[in-house]
């Protein structure tokens, strides 16, 4: 029975135990007054019966789902031949996995004399597995539930019971949001320590050269694989900036403009339109980038005598300043709406001009909210992928000339995981000990933007 | 006259200045906003000029006759026999026969780059539906190559036509069959029904529309029940404690984490630990649940925030328990709020590419999918990967999916915004 049959077949059991719990309390209650005289309603004895039916047997699956691969393939392994047992770990798993998948295509040509028995073997243990699940999974819903069932009395407090699992159910919902922080921090962190013990933490984070290929042969041209991350920092810092230089100030005078001077018409025009920038797919500003503005960067670039680079940081910067810009806005937007009205009466009145009062009045009582957008924005920069893997380089170039190919720490950690099968070598966990900077780099951003606001904002109300 | 000058005067002398600032600051405002709309509109035009060619493919008609001898079929009703067969023979035949006078055999080869090598497919598909097709004669229209099609659509260009691969004699043999209305410009129905393809005449968006489908499904049947679940309990629940504090400080970070992020922690929980495949729109779907996540649980909490609290007490005084008034009352009311958070949690994901290029959706894979379970890729990464194609054919392929996906998003903006005006009750 495969596992999406048995899952059905065990919401059909906990629908019928959903329909015997409810009868049963309907039952009960007729001899002492009916249904008034229960504790709760009938459906809630009935919802009772099925969480008892349930929630045992869906655990059961889940954790055989777990494990069930992992004992599965120990039991194959206990039970190949001497000489393949004793083969180290990469082999070993090699082996195991041509065993496997050569059970999975059902085919035999191909297999070495021992993986005939294996494969054999194999599918006995799978279909003893999936018929084992069956059965203790169907056996633990009838067993809990004919349980819950017996426990049915119309004094039982069913409501006060199911309410109280469905209280528990929705903290673990809530809980996830703690398990996925401690799932990237961990498995981040798990992988960054497994790199730096085999490349130091210091040539890492000092490092001035950056060439991931790893040797295939011990004489191979260029295969130092030097893991120095400065240059992937200062191409961040290059691209993030020209996005900055671009998104900041159109960001924040579009803001300016459309809170304090256009109409009202022109602002439920405008705002919409500016903000559709915002919900572009980024792997479209990529595109947009890579094949509209970088040819044009360069044929522009030649046409007055400068060499700029198919891939150059400016066309990836610029693109990304334009992406930006509705997130600035809007965000700068709510903080000057929220700027109370009497300060700017107070400064027009002392005969200051519109454009006075903005910038003396309403910008400085302003600033903490916007200076956090612009920090939300620049760590959003920082993170932002698809736009540098398409529009700037793969080269670790240490330059500051925004007309030359600079790689980041996202172009990088595509590139290095892309395609990458080995879970060992100093390739792919260099990825995680970047995303691991990457992490700490946005979520220090963040934590900035937070403290400024909760530090320098002025309460007017 | 004193040499002080007067407060009136010092202010009429700088008066015109400051107008003349003001002036400007405004028009910095208008020119900002004049940039963002531009730049809007410049996207626009661009993808759609690159990409409005995509949706027409040029067709060429040819005489092809189902030999049985050169097919290699003697038993018409022997399916392997029908899939093995040589139709790329007789394709090739038909070629050489409406040009004649073609004798070399590179030039022959160049000859047959006219249509597309997929073109067998094609005929094949034909015999298979309709058996009594074969020893006879009739004329086809087959799917002409990508660098002919381009070329054909580049014919009224100004500034000449891009001729790339098409050399001279092909371009004559093109004119022939124009002339003889032998050609035909129809809407490219393969790039709605096609999976990829290394040839680009014969790739379509279908695979990729499916897998986003079935990505986004695992997303909204994982993603909506789990966050409302969340927002139910941190608003209506959660008692002001440091584990509370915990859980929204986290919530708030996990929404500002890079998207990239999600897809390191997919490759090392989801396919590292527990074994998953690559390239499966199951993985996807979990990856992109964590990503939405936090923004369905803000906006759905924000929706149950804006029920008022009298709905709330006039159920408890009435006798209902926490849980029924939730669900009888509160629930109900901030349904619209919730839903519409979750669309536009969805279009986040449905755009999304960093993380599920991580956990190898960017894998080339013709079959459409059928199921969670089958390798995928989703729209933006086909995008991606169309767009790193030099082909030119490839280039309007690639706009035009992003106009299909650009259209997807459009759709499911207007239906948050729809759901917003038409349900959304103000108290």
């Known amino acids: ?461 | 006259m004193s040499s002080k000058p007067s407060t009136i005067e010092l202010v009429n002398k700088n008066l015109a200045k400051r107008y003349r600032a003001e002036a400007r600051f405004k028009a910095y405002g208008i020119a900002s906003i004049a940039f963002g709309l531009f730049c809007l509109v410049f996207l626009f035009t661009d993808i759609i000029g690159k990409g409005h060619t995509a949706f027409v493919q040029h067709y060429v008609q040819l005489e092809v006759e189902f030999d049985a001898d050169a097919l290699g079929i003697n038993d018409v009703n022997n399916p392997d026999q029908l899939a093995a067969a040589n139709y790329q023979g007789i394709v090739k035949k038909a070629l050489r026969a409406r040009f004649p006078d073609v004798r070399d055999r590179r030039e022959k080869r160049v000859l047959y780059r006219l249509v597309s090598s997929g073109s067998g497919f094609d005929l094949r598909k034909m015999l298979e539906d309709d058996h009594s097709l074969l020893g006879q004669r009739l004329s086809v229209w087959l799917i002409a190559d990508d660098d002919v099609d381009t070329y054909i659509k580049s014919l009224d260009d100004k500034a000449g036509a891009f001729t790339g691969r098409v050399k001279e004699k092909q371009q004559a043999r093109l004119a022939d069959l124009m002339a003889a209305g032998q050609i035909d410009a129809r809407f490219n129905t393969v790039f709605f029904q096609n999976g990829d393809s290394r040839e680009p005449e014969q790739a379509g968006i279908r695979g990729a529309i499916m897998g986003s489908l079935w990505t986004m499904m695992v997303t909204l049947l994982l993603s909506f029940p789990i966050g409302v679940a969340a927002a139910i309990y941190l608003e209506e629940y959660a008692p002001k404690n440091k584990w509370t504090d915990l859980i929204e400080v986290n919530i708030n970070n996990l929404a500002a984490v890079p998207s990239i992020i999600f897809g390191l922690l997919g490759v090392a929980i989801f396919i590292g630990m527990f074994g998953m495949q690559r390239s499966l729109p199951l993985v996807g779907g979990l990856v992109l649940t964590l990503m939405t996540l936090p923004t369905i649980i803000i906006s759905s909490r924000a929706a149950i925030k804006a029920v008022p609290p009298s709905i709330r007490e006039a159920a408890l005084g009435i006798g209902a328990s926490k849980m029924q008034m939730i669900l009888h009352h509160v629930l109900p009311l901030a349904m619209p709020g919730m839903l519409t958070g979750a669309i536009i949690g969805l279009a986040q994901a449905l755009g999304e590419t960093a993380p599920l290029l991580m956990i190898g959706m960017v894998a080339f894979i013709v079959d459409i999918p059928g199921g969670v379970a089958d390798p995928a890729t989703v729209l933006p990464v086909q995008i991606f990967l169309w767009s790193d194609s030099p082909e030119r054919a490839f280039v309007e392929r690639t706009s035009a999916a992003i106009m299909v996906l650009l259209g997807f998003l459009i759709v499911m903006n207007t239906l948050a915004v729809l759901l917003r005006n038409r349900l959304e009750r103000r108290w």
């Not at chain 1, 392994?77 to 393949?84: G, M, R």
């Not at chain 1, 390739?427 to 933007?449: D, E, P, R, S």
């Open chain 1, 1 to 461: 029975m495969d596992t999406s049959t048995l899952f059905a077949f065990i919401v059909l059991i906990m629908a019928a135990a959903f329909m015997l719990g409810r009868g049963r309390s309907i039952t009960l209650a007729a001899p002492v007054g009916g249904v008034p005289k229960l504790n709760s309603l009938p459906s809630y004895y009935g919802m009772l019966t099925l969480l008892w039916c349930g929630i045992p047997s869906l655990v059961v699956l889940l954790l055989w789902l777990i494990f069930d691969g992992l004992i599965i393939e120990s039991l194959l392994i206990q039970s190949l031949p001497e000489h393949i047992r004793n083969l180290d770990g990469i082999d070993l798993g090699l082996k195991i996995n041509t065993i496997q998948n050569i059970a999975a295509a059902g085919l035999t040509d191909g297999a070495e004399p021992y993986m005939h028995d294996a494969i054999a073997r194999l599918h006995s243990l799978e279909a003893t597995s999936s018929l084992a699940l069956a059965g203790v999974a169907i056996m633990a819903s009838v067993i809990f539930g004919a349980w819950g069932w017996k426990q049915i009395q119309p004094s039982l407090k069913a409501r006060n019971q199911v309410e109280h699992v469905f209280k528990i159910l929705l903290l673990g919902c809530s809980c996830i949001a703690i398990f996925t922080t401690l799932g990237i921090v961990l498995s981040v962190l798990f992988e960054s320590i497994r790199f730096f013990q085999k490349v130091p933490i210091v040539e890492f984070l000092f490092g001035l050269s950056w060439s991931p290929q790893m040797a295939i042969h011990a004489d191979q041209v260029g295969s130092s694989g030097a893991f120095g991350a400065v240059p992937l920092f200062a191409g961040t810092f290059l691209i993030s900036l020209i996005a900055m230089a671009v998104a900041v100030p159109a960001g924040l005078m579009s803001a300016i403009y459309l809170s304090e001077y256009a109409s009202k018409r022109v602002r439920t025009f405008v705002k919409p339109a500016l903000e559709i920038l915002a919900g572009i797919p980024t792997v479209v500003y990529g595109f947009f980038a890579a094949l509209t503005i970088a040819p044009m960067l360069r044929e522009g670039g030649s046409v007055i005598g400068l060499s700029v680079s198919s891939e150059s940081a400016l066309a990836a910067g610029l693109v990304m300043g334009v992406m930006i810009i509705p997130f600035i806005s809007s965000l700068s937007d709510d903080v000057i709406n929220a700027v109370p009205q009497s300060l700017r009466d107070g400064s027009l009145g002392l005969g200051a001009t519109k454009s006075e009062t903005i910038r003396q009045v309403v910008i400085p009582a302003a600033l903490p909210g916007i200076v956090s957008g612009i920090l939300l924005a620049v760590s959003r920069a920082v993170g932002e992928t698809m736009i540098v893997v398409m529009a700037a380089g793969l080269a670790a170039n240490l330059t500051a000339n925004p007309l030359e190919t600079v790689t980041t720490v996202t172009v990088q950690i595509v590139t290095l995981l892309v395609g990458d099968q080995e879970f060992d070598s100093p390739k792919t966990l260099a990825a995680f000990a970047l995303g691991l900077m990457l992490f700490v780099i946005t979520l220090a951003f963040n934590f900035i933007a937070l403290h400024v606001v909760k530090k320098y904002r002025e309460q007017y109300d």
